[in-house]
């Protein structure tokens, strides 16, 4: 009989310990898999990117060259012409889109980009000027009011304001009408990738659908880990959009300062245009926070304006908690649970998003109901 009792605890062990070691084994191939799957992804979306890139400037500046009258792309300087006739001085340009300088017609011989317009004088004396990207033409200041395009003379209004950030009056979130990206988790399998999202930093961390509360929902754990949504092109923002999600406010964190799940709009050109903060969760005596940081146009480095009282306010403990940003031609708001809560101004055209989760330790985030919104 001891014999029988020692060999069933002896295959209990057994079992328990294989268990252990499949779930790890999980989890370790899961995050391989992930890694592996983002490390393909990046390399085919940047080879994509750079065939289609010199097919299309090559295309570009073929067609261009023929519009221009065939001209070299070098200045020309009382040129004899065929017809005998001497070409006038001609003034090479430096395309703003490309950087490409010498050229002499009315489009950029190396990416197509439209000469952009000279500064004309209005009737009442002002100075206005024709943004080369979205064809606004009565632009007075140092950026495109229409997209946030720089003056492509470079000349700076020192009327303009620096951006600043501040506090607002309490107002009514109101999202976008036209969906471009939304994630309702539907269809989703507990422990798979998010099937909507490009898992970049993250894939190197935990990832996973998870259930929350009864709810489905995203899990990422905050070993800097960041994620995109998976879109046909790159530049998907507009001029006016809004961006909404339910995160879960954690009720213990290692450091509520630095735990934070944070919203990166960024271009092409630019890694974070500026950046939304929200911190839901409690340590002490923190207990959440909201916040934006931005870059001034007069100054370099970056800047931060926090609030924690009223978020503080407005966040329910231990629950889904809604989070939202409204940006309409270059003004950012912050939203708490449908609440404005903190205001920039003077901000850069951003072209897509980024979700980014910061913190100290392995804690992890939760949130669900991603949409983006045109207004």
Known sequence: MKKF???LVALLLGAGAASAQSNLLNDLKRQASNAVR??????????????????????KGAVNNAKNGAYSNNNRTNQQLTD???????EGWTCPECGHA?????FCSNCGAKRPAEE??????????????????????????NCGTDRPDGKVHQEEKEATGESVDEEVFVPGKTVIFEDTLSGEKLNDDPSKWELMGASLSNCYITKKAGDMAILIDGFHSDMKPKMKKDNYLPAAFTVEMDIWYEDKVENALS????????SEDVLEEFSAIFRFCADGEEAGS?????YGKFSTGDKMIEDKDRVRSLLKPGAWNRAAVSFDHGTVVL?????SILKVTEQKQPTYIRVDAIATGRDSFTFKNFRIAAK
């Open 290 to 294: 909201a916040a934006i940081r931005y």
């Open 5 to 7: 009792v020692f060999l």
């Open 102 to 106: 010498g050229n002499d017609g009315k």
């Open 84 to 90: 005998g006739h001497v070409h006038a001085e001609a």
């Open 38 to 59: 983002s490390e393909v992804n990046k390399a085919k979306n940047n080879a994509q990117r750079n065939v289609r890139n010199a097919a299309t400037n090559a295309v």
């Open 120 to 145: 004309v004088k209005t009737s009442n004396g002002k100075s206005v000027w024709t943004c080369p990207t979205c064809g606004k033409a009565d632009n007075e200041g140092s950026f495109c009011a």
């Open 335 to 339: 939203y708490v649970n449908g609440k």
């Open 259 to 266: 735990h934070s799940l944070e919203l990166n709009f960024a």
